[in-house]
């Protein structure tokens, strides 16, 4: 008969979870890589909302263009009144901004406008061309100029030319 040897007879204990300088460590990296990668999170975040502003003022430019030759008539995109009715000509758009159809003398009065689409106001500077920008029934552009979009670290215009091309790019 074969004996057991006294090493057999003990019991052997398994330790589950983590001792607290194993922990200690995991919580040290853990904030160390938490510390690089939310700043890098943050200015894409940024980056992404400037670029979807600028999409949508182009998306907004380039409707009014569509609608000013589909509809035969002069349109507009423009930064918008308190009522979101009309237009307001002046310089900060990121209270909003809409495309009407001038159906009237004043793309600033209610009664001669019809509004077409509007844009709510956005957290972000979107300054520039006061008086909107207005396309006539052929699409081109009667008045021009550029819109600049801008956080704390980036900014990108928003070009409209006499022919009425709406173009994006980086500000100089």
């Known amino acids: 008969m074969a004996r057991l040897s006294s090493t057999s007879n003990s019991v052997i204990r398994c330790s589950t979870g983590f001792t607290l300088l194993e922990l200690m460590v995991?919580?040290?990296?853990?904030?160390?890589?938490?510390?690089?990668?939310?700043?890098?999170?943050?200015?894409?975040?940024?980056?992404?909302?400037?670029?979807?502003?600028?999409?949508?003022?182009?998306?907004?430019?380039?409707?009014?263009?569509?609608e000013a030759i589909n509809r035969r008539d002069t349109t507009a995109v423009c930064r918008a009144n308190v009522g979101f009715t009309a237009c307001s000509f002046a310089?900060?758009?990121?209270?909003?901004?809409?495309?009407?159809?001038?159906?009237?003398?004043?793309?600033?009065?209610?009664?001669?406008?019809?509004?077409?689409?509007?844009?709510?106001?956005?957290?972000?500077?979107?300054?520039?061309?006061?008086?909107?920008?207005?396309?006539?029934?052929?699409?081109?552009?009667?008045?021009?100029?550029?819109?600049?979009?801008q956080n704390d670290t980036d900014s990108r215009c928003l070009f409209v030319n006499g022919s009425g091309r709406v173009a994006g790019a980086d500000c100089p």
């Open 26 to 66: 995991a919580i040290a990296i853990l904030g160390i890589l938490l510390g690089i990668g939310i700043p890098s999170y943050n200015a894409m975040t940024e980056s992404t909302r400037l670029r979807s502003v600028t999409h949508n003022l182009t998306t907004a430019a380039q409707l009014a263009r569509s």
């Open 91 to 149: 310089n900060d758009w990121s209270n909003g901004w809409v495309v009407v159809e001038q159906t009237g003398a004043n793309l600033q009065v209610a009664a001669d406008v019809d509004v077409i689409r509007t844009w709510d106001a956005v957290d972000i500077v979107v300054s520039g061309a006061v008086n909107g920008f207005v396309f006539n029934r052929s699409g081109r552009a009667t008045t021009t100029g550029q819109l600049r979009v």
